[in-house]
């Protein structure tokens, strides 16, 4: 995500790791976001490092609340049922 993608004084919560070659580093790598540290921290108010600032429990309830976000504006949907069926079964390992 480019520096120029954000507006001024963002909250900007990185969740993405990627790996990039870095001949300095010991493995030969380094962890990197999605986001354009470098630029990004100086537009934002805040940014969460990568890698550092976000764990999988803070993943895992981001998804969660995206997925209960979308069923409550789908509620009235009849996709929002079967959606719903269809997650219970791939949390749950599926149906034994």
Not at 25 to 31: E, N, P, Q
Request: hydrophobic letters at 40%.
């Amino acid at each position: 995500v480019p520096g120029s993608w954000l507006k001024k004084g963002a909250v900007v919560v990185d969740v993405g790791i990627n790996s990039v070659e870095d001949a300095t580093a010991k493995r030969g790598y380094r962890l990197v976001g999605d986001v354009d540290y470098d630029c990004a921290r100086e537009i934002c108010e805040w940014i969460t490092p990568v890698p550092g600032g976000v764990g999988p429990m803070t993943i895992a309830m981001l998804l969660r609340n995206t997925w209960n976000s979308w069923k409550r504006k789908n509620a009235d949907s009849a996709t929002a049922g079967a959606a719903d069926d269809v997650a219970s079964e791939a949390v749950e390992g599926g149906k034994q």
